[in-house]
C-alpha cells in the first residue's frame, strides 16, 4: 500500500507525521486490525454482540465508550436535555432515560463521522484502503446503499496481531 510498518513503533511513527489525532487513529486501526478477516478486510458489516452493524456504526459504537467521563459529553447531556425540555415525560427516571439514549445516539454518531476522517488519515499513511460494496442507486448523493470497507496492510496487521495477547 505505502510505507509499511514491521513493529507498532514504526507505526506510531508514522501515524504522529500524517494524523491530526494519532491516539485516536492508532485506537481505531486497532478496532481494525482486531476484526480483520482474510486478506486483511474488514466490513462491509461487522458482528457485535447481538447486532451486525455497518463498519462506521461498529467503529462509532465501539469508541462512544471512551467518551463517559468527558466534559463535552456532558456537554451534549446538557444541550440535549435544554432542546428535549418541552417532550420529556414527568417521570425523572423516563425522562433521564430518554436523554441518556439521546445523547449515546448523538455519541455513536458523530464517533462514525469521525472515523472516516481517520481512514483518510490512515490511508494518507499507506495502512488502510478502502472502497465500498453494495447497490449503488443513480441519485445525487453518491452513499446509495454502499458500506464501506476497508483493508489493512498486511505488514500492519501482523504487526497489531502480535501483540494482542497478553503475556
Known sequence: MGKTA?????????LSEVSSRPRYAFAVL?????QA???????PFVEDETEVLP?????????SRLSGRSKRRKKVEQRLR???????????FEAQRIIDAAVEEHV???GA???????????????????????RTNHANRGGSRNLVCVLDADVSA????RDMLV
Not at 486497532?30 to 482486531?34: D, F, G, I, M, S
Not at 504487526?159 to 502480535?162: D, E, G, Q, S
Open 55 to 63: 463498519l462506521r456504526a461498529w467503529v462509532g459504537k465501539r469508541l
Open 159 to 162: 504487526a497489531l496481531r502480535r
Open 113 to 135: 463521522d469521525n472515523f472516516s476522517r481517520v481512514v483518510t488519515e490512515l490511508e494518507r499513511a499507506g495502512y488502510v484502503a478502502r472502497y465500498y460494496e453494495g447497490y
Open 6 to 14: 514491521t513493529n507498532v513503533g514504526q507505526i506510531l511513527d508514522r
Open 30 to 34: 486497532n478496532l481494525l486490525a482486531e
Open 108 to 110: 455513536r454518531v458523530t
Open 82 to 92: 435544554e432542546e428535549l425540555a418541552d417532550k420529556l415525560p414527568d417521570d425523572l
Open 37 to 43: 478477516g482474510p486478506g486483511s478486510k474488514i466490513g
